[in-house]
């Protein structure tokens, strides 16, 4: 069965910092990998995705993430933090090839300190 | 182009009374979810269609809950009895079947029993 794990349920950093938020899977198989954000008040938003090809896929607002075989990682980041990305992150995974639905990790809240 | 559109965005009732939740999802969207988000739990996948078909209430919490979907424009959800463990934010979601992991989510009900 596949998991999620988000380390760390809450992340501040400061307006123009590095944002890096953690993601690492568990897949019997190669799976698809997928973040979301979600702003109050609102659903989920998709942020980028990785299914196959280049390891390093870039989304919207100037998020990016790699995916990590070897580590079984998915890490987000951001280089310069705006205030407008202060939201909830969730990552989530799908076996690829599979049928079954997305699993979420249980979220990492962003705050954004002027 | 529309996204999708939920209703009621709130809802406050009092134990025991039934409530219904309605969702729109995108045209030409062929697969729905239903999810509830809370505190505790966070991100739970209680049923998902395909097809206007249930295909996989797992996650439905009781007999309480129930969904449909009579044609490919509109699902509900509903809760009779309803009870205050079944506060939350409830939302739904829709996605193309070719496109797994892609989720498009509503703004969410947020359901209050009292």
């Known amino acids: 069965a596949q998991s999620v794990t988000q380390l760390g349920s809450h992340v501040s950093v400061s307006e123009g910092a590095l944002v890096l938020l953690r993601c690492n899977y568990s897949s019997s198989v190669p799976p698809y990998l997928f973040w979301y954000v979600q702003y109050p008040n609102q659903g989920l938003q998709l942020l980028l995705k990785y299914t196959t090809g280049a390891t390093l896929v870039k989304g919207i607002n100037g998020f990016e993430a790699e995916f990590k075989k070897s580590e079984t990682s998915f890490h987000l980041t951001k280089p310069s933090a705006h205030m407008s990305d202060a939201a909830e992150y969730f990552c989530a995974v799908i076996p690829s090839g599979s049928a079954r639905q997305l699993t979420f990790g249980s979220g990492t809240q962003l705050t954004v300190l002027p | 182009d529309a996204g999708v559109i939920q209703s009621p965005r709130h809802e406050v009732t009092e134990m025991g009374q039934e409530v219904t939740l309605r969702c729109k999802p995108i045209?030409?969207?062929?697969?729905l979810f239903w999810y509830r988000q809370t505190m505790m739990r966070g991100l739970e996948l209680l049923i998902y269609f395909n097809n206007n078909v249930p295909i996989d209430d797992s996650g439905m919490p009781e007999d309480r809950f129930s969904a449909k979907m009579p044609n490919a424009s509109f699902s509900t959800l509903k809760i009779q009895p309803s009870e205050p463990r079944d506060s939350a934010v409830y939302f739904c979601?829709?996605?193309?079947?070719?496109?797994?992991?892609?989720?498009?989510f509503g703004e969410g009900s947020r359901l209050t029993v009292l």
């Open positions: 979601a829709s996605r193309r079947s070719a496109r797994a992991g892609e989720l498009f």
């Open positions: 045209s030409g969207h062929n697969s």
